[in-house]
């Protein structure tokens, strides 16, 4: 069982629609990262969160962590095929400093 | 370039071999992470160094896997005797952690893809 765990693992949409990734966990983390990984690539960070209830805007994505720092979500609106990708949600819990904890991963696909 | 750089991209070793894999972090950077990473799936945590102080070695799944972080700088990560459950891509980050507190943002090189006949 995963600390941190994403859903769904695998999300398939069309140009255009708006889709909705899920990092959930029991444990409490100071803060959460969201990554975004392109084949042969390592991840780059897109956003940090760290206050409870935090929202945060990027263009077309919005991430918000949840009021108790145990979740977060990744919002993206009108998707395009640029936004293909593996989608990683990253932890630090709070006893374990600076190490992070990954996610599974949501792998998205946008068709044109 | 400034990023993470990882040597080889591509490892193909027998079963039983021992490999070697090279990350060259950020010029400056305090912090050097490894991970593994299966084929789609998330990162699972390795080894962490920060500075002088001693490895956290916490991730490491046996005591076949080893890494060394010389001069604060290079890091190398071995495998002895390749088992082929070691096949995935090894990532690196490096991060200036000791300042950036809860912030800190990882640095990732391309990977090592590793296969173990």
Redesign the interface.
């Known amino acids: 069982t995963q600390l941190l765990e994403q859903s769904p693992q695998f999300l398939s949409i069309q140009e255009g629609e708006n889709l909705t990734v899920y990092c959930n966990s029991s444990s409490v983390f100071s803060s959460l990262q969201w990554y975004r990984q392109e084949p042969g690539e390592g991840p780059v960070l897109l956003v940090t969160v760290v206050t409870g209830g935090e929202v945060k805007k990027l263009k077309r994505l919005t991430f918000q962590f949840g009021d108790a720092r145990k979740d977060s979500s990744l919002h993206i609106t009108a998707a395009q095929p640029g936004d293909t990708g593996l989608y990683l949600c990253a932890g630090r819990p709070k006893a374990a400093g600076n190490k992070l904890t990954f996610g599974g991963g949501t792998r998205v696909l946008v068709k044109p | 370039g400034a990023g993470?750089s990882q040597s080889p991209s591509n490892k193909v070793t027998e079963k039983g071999k021992d490999v070697e894999l090279r990350c060259d972090p950020i010029s400056g950077h305090t912090?050097l992470?490894w991970?593994r990473q299966s084929l789609?799936?998330?990162?699972?945590?390795l080894i962490?160094f920060?500075g002088n102080s001693a490895p956290?070695k916490s991730g490491l799944p046996s005591d076949r896997f080893s890494a060394e972080r010389t001069g604060g700088s290079v890091s190398t990560l071995t495998i002895q005797r390749t088992q082929q459950e070691d096949s995935a891509v090894y990532?690196c980050?490096s991060?200036l952690?000791l300042l950036a507190?809860?912030?800190?943002?990882?640095?990732?090189?391309?990977?090592t893809r590793l296969t173990v006949l």
């Open positions: 993470v912090a992470y991970y789609g799936q998330g990162l699972e945590f962490y920060q956290d990532l980050a991060s952690d507190g809860p912030r800190s943002e990882q640095f990732f090189g391309p990977g």
